[in-house]
Nanobody, 123 residues
Framework: VQLQAYGGGSVQAGGSLRLSCVAS????????MGWFRQAPGKEREFVAT????????YHADSVKGRFTISRDNAKNTVYLQMNSLKPEDTAVYYC?????????????????WGQGTLVTVSS
């Protein structure tokens, strides 16, 4: 599956953004989807993941209560709603797809990656 992420931008602390990731192909609904991020000078880290039908999600502790992952299989799209943004959320955000049925927070278990979209949060 090929992924295209967009929706990043610059926002002040406390603001909101919604990222979208559109998948090509007919296998989107068979994939577990995830969002990761990479801040300057840091390793890529897990943000959130969602199961194939959107019924179960898991978020990193650092974003729990502020970010929400969701998906629309009819539109081949996964979303990341980001509220109450903080300067430490500044990063390039990547969407990723993983075949199978099990959640994973390990980026190495994801098969396909989007190109990334930059989110900048100013104080």
């Amino acid at each position: 599956v090929q992924l295209q992420a967009y929706g990043g931008g610059s926002v002040q602390a406390g603001g909101s953004l919604r990222l979208s990731c559109v998948a090509s192909g007919r296998t989107f609904s068979r994939n577990i989807m995830g969002w990761f991020r990479q801040a300057p000078g840091k390793e890529r880290e897990f943000v959130a993941t969602i199961d194939r039908n959107g019924g179960t999600t898991y978020h990193a502790d650092s974003v729990k209560g502020r970010f929400t992952i969701s998906r629309d299989n009819a539109k081949n799209t996964v979303y990341l709603q980001m509220n109450s943004l903080k300067p430490e959320d500044t990063a390039v955000y990547y969407c990723a797809a993983r075949s199978g049925v099990l959640f994973s927070t390990n980026l190495r278990s994801y098969d396909s990656w989007g190109q990334g979209t930059l989110v900048t949060v100013s104080s």
